[in-house]
């Protein structure tokens, strides 16, 4: 009897925990109607989904019975260049960065680095250009500690413009912006100002209050700084750099006479190493003159349109090699330097000749290489596991000099290879596309009608090398011509020779022998 008894309570036991389970299931199914955790924090990304267009009160409801959340401060009113009255915090939580910001009273005394737990609890979410909380007091607001790092994140203008709510009210740096219209030789910070990012643009705001509103605008910059929503009619970020010295000058000097034209030559190159491409591709160049790159900068473009690279609005070129995103990817070229005559190389960080486990040629004279899986271009172009196409629309390479590409800087040496698809590469009537320079194959005038043809794939500029098939051999594509470096033109064009190397294959074997080009004075 006291064993059927025991089986009896043992069963009531497991269906009262069953009951509890299905309860517990019950109030979690419901609690998924709502953004936030059974917590009394709410991340600050769940924060800003909330909002549809109007203002939010944040009751229990709302936040899933939490009450507060936490960041680290990343406004600094010291140079008085943000809206006075708001405080404005990052939070790094599920491998994401996402900030906002608040408005309160005194809000110049919480520095940079100061870690803050806020109480929310039926404040408002509202927006005016961007997003912000109403309502908060010092007295809901418990600073936890100070001097705290935060992440500074790289973006590009099309990315920040695409995706608002990833980093509106961050700290974020944007690298190689044109300023438009050119700034005049006075002019001042001042104000909004347009500045050119790839194929996209932002506003660089600098408030009269700024203790560096005064000081000139340079023509060209890398900029820090905080990203806010706009209400101006192009709807594009404005940025709120928080010092001057989060604008940096990086103007192209001026060019000395003696540099010429043609200084620099693209030779060859390997897009399809054997193997996998990431960090192994490159590009092998001449110099026509003595070359210090700390004193003359240069820098190349690579560009690929593969079907599946962004951005990629259909038969547009986009912003031509200022494309960047997953199409054009650049390598600054600021260090070093070469002699006339010398080869030298750009491109992936592990320098090898033939892809993974072939002869290094760390040796050679590397003018930049990056490790560009994992890391964007010198200011154009994402992280990409390959930066030249192995097969199908074409891809290009151009050199440049000073280190600030736009939709309209011409570069001193273009090479085009691959398909013959136009998907991506021009388009005529607006007057888009990859700009070409006067070289052995490219003219930027037609000679038998004198049209202007100042992109690639438009009029008589249609030459390609081709694809080398089948894919992955590990072929370097030697650009064998003649060069005259006292006219600074080509005698013989180059033509193309592919040399099939293996991974025990040494530089010689691409700098020398059949196919490589001859310099003559």
Known sequence: MKSILNKINIGKAFV????????????????????????????????????RGSEVKLTSEKISNAKKIYGVVVSDHSDSNLPEDIVIIQ?????????????????????????????????????????????????????????????VRNTNAGTLNAKP??????????????????????????????MINGADTVNI??????????????????????????????????????????????SDPEVPEYIGSNPLIITGFLNDPNGGDGNYEYIQLKANVDINFNEVPFSLVLST???????????????????????????????GAVKKGDYFYVGGHQRRINGPNSTSINSANWARYIQYSNTAGDGLGNASSGLLPNSGNAGGMAVFIGVNVTEKSVPIDVVWFGGNSNTTIVDVENEKGYRISNNDH????????????????????????????????????KLGGVFNTTKRQWTTPRGYTFTTLTKASVLSEIESGDGTTIQED
């Open 165 to 194: 709510n990833e980093f509106e009210s961050t700290i974020i740096k944007i690298v190689g912006g044109e300023m438009y219209p050119r700034p005049t030789a006075q002019e001042t910070l001042t104000g909004s100002k347009t």
């Open 442 to 477: 490219y003219r930027i005038t037609n000679t038998d009608d004198s049209s202007l043809q100042p992109f690639f794939s438009m009029g008589t500029n249609t030459y390609r090398i081709p694809h080398i098939t089948p894919t992955d051999l590990g072929a370097f594509v």
């Open 305 to 335: 349109n593969a079907g599946a690279a962004t951005p990629n609005p259909g038969a547009a070129p986009g912003a031509g090699w200022a494309t960047g995103g997953g199409r054009t990817y650049k390598f600054n070229i600021t260090e």
């Open 16 to 51: 009262g925990l069953f009951a509890s389970v299905a309860l517990l299931s019950s109030c979690e199914n419901k609690e998924q109607n709502y953004i936030g955790e059974f917590s009394p924090y709410i991340a600050i990304e769940d924060i800003r989904a909330l909002y």
């Open 91 to 151: 939070q790094d939580k599920r491998n994401r960065t996402r900030g906002i910001a608040f408005k309160m009273l005194n809000a110049a005394s919480y520095l940079p680095g100061d870690s803050l737990v806020i109480n929310i609890a039926d404040k408002s979410l509202n927006k005016d250009g961007f997003l912000y909380l109403d309502g908060i007091s010092e007295s809901d607001i418990e600073k936890v500690s100070s001097g705290n790092k935060f992440t």
């Open 205 to 250: 705001v600098t408030l009269a209050s700024a203790t560096f509103a005064n000081e000139i605008l340079p023509r060209n910059i890398n900029v820090t700084g905080i990203p806010l929503g706009t209400k101006s009619e192009n709807y594009k970020f404005d940025i709120f750099p928080r010092h001057l010295k989060d604008i940096e000058d990086i």
